[in-house]
Structures are given as structure tokens and as C-alpha cells.
């Protein structure tokens, strides 16, 4: 199910952005803050729960996950890719899925499942930057990757504007994304984690 199978398709489509970014003097450290900026947004967005603001925060959940592309473009093109930026973008990935995560809670009222959402969203990233570490290559595979979870964000988002009530057993579709995560997020460490340790 990962959306990481397509970066090649999506390098491609980058190309306009990319440049543009590349003429107006943008660096890949400052695209990289740009999309935490953007991720605040859509937490902001996602706490206030109205529809709107739903919407709102679904299109800034789709750029972020765009910047989150074109930084690593854009340090290609200008050929300044370094261990640091890399560091930096890691970080302010974490940074941005908790943000955005705990706006959905916050926005709900549940924080028990966005905790249970994050740690299992934060077990994901932290073993695939693991098994880097150890030498095996980063990791996306698994059943939910980054690219993956922001689309679905996005999607879950644009449908709480429309659908309010509850769903199943008394939770909205937010909810259920949330539980999702929590549940798939573990699962998902837990392959990469197995996988990692059949290499070793």
C-alpha cells in the first residue's frame, strides 16, 4: 500500500517546482522549515475541527508532504545534499507528524488514541532511520509509510467536513483514522523491524 513506490513518479512531476524554488534563492534547509510551518497549519487547522478548517487542513497536509519532496529535489539540483540536512529533514518530519497527529487528537477530544496514533506513527520513522544506521539502507516499506499517512490525513480530513456524526461504535471518521494509525503504525514498525533483523 506505500505511496513511497512512486517517488519516481513524483521526482518527475517535481521538476517545475523545483526550478522555481532554485530561482527565487530557496535552500533545502529552508523549504525543510517552510513544511513544519505548514504542518502547524494544519494542526491549527485540524484542532479547530470546523469543516472548513478540515479542508483547510488537508491542503496543508498535501504540501507539506509536497515540500517534504522538493527539499530533497531542490539539495539534488543544487547539489548540496549533506549528512546535516538529511539530519534536519528527519527532524522536522518527527516534528510535523506529531504536530499534525496531535491536532487530529486535540480536534476529537481523544488524546489516548492520538498517543497510541503517535508512538506507533514515531515507531515507524524510528526504525526505518534505524535500520540505516545499523547499514541495511532506509527503510520504507511496511504496510504505511509517510507518504501514505499524510495521504490518507488529507483524504480523512476533506471527508470530516462532510461526514460529522459518528461512524462506528460511536467514533467519527478522525477517530477511526487515529485508531488506524495506533494499530497499523506498530504493525508496520514490527515488519520493518523483522525484515531489518532477517538482514542482519
Excluded: C
Amino acid at each position: 500500500m506505500t505511496l513511497d513506490r512512486l517517488r519516481p513518479v513524483a521526482d518527475r512531476l517535481l521538476t517545475p517546482f523545483v526550478t522555481g524554488a532554485d530561482k527565487i534563492g530557496l535552500t533545502p534547509n529552508s523549504v525543510s522549515v517552510i513544511s513544519l510551518g505548514v504542518a502547524v497549519a494544519a494542526a491549527v487547522a485540524f484542532v479547530i475541527a470546523d469543516p472548513l478548517f478540515y479542508v483547510a487542513g488537508a491542503v496543508f497536509v498535501f504540501a507539506n508532504g509536497w515540500l517534504d519532496l522538493i527539499d530533497g529535489a531542490l539539495a539534488r539540483r543544487q547539489e548540496t545534499a549533506s549528512a546535516g540536512g538529511d539530519l534536519l529533514d528527519h527532524v522536522i518530519d518527527r516534528y510535523a507528524d506529531l504536530t499534525i497527529i496531535g491536532g487530529l487528537a486535540a480536534g476529537v477530544g481523544n488524546f489516548a488514541l492520538g498517543f497510541l496514533a503517535v508512538t506507533g506513527v514515531l515507531m515507524t520513522s524510528y526504525l526505518g532511520t534505524q535500520i540505516q544506521a545499523v547499514g541495511l539502507g532506509r527503510a520504507y516499506g511496511g504496510l504505511v509509510g509517510r507518504a501514505d499517512r499524510l495521504a490518507l490525513i488529507g483524504l480523512t480530513a476533506v471527508a470530516a467536513a462532510v461526514v460529522s456524526d459518528p461512524i462506528v461504535a460511536g467514533y467519527g471518521v478522525v477517530a477511526l483514522l487515529l485508531a488506524f494509525f495506533a494499530i497499523i503504525g506498530h504493525i508496520t514498525a514490527a515488519q520493518r523491524f523483522w525484515g531489518a533483523w532477517n538482514d542482519l
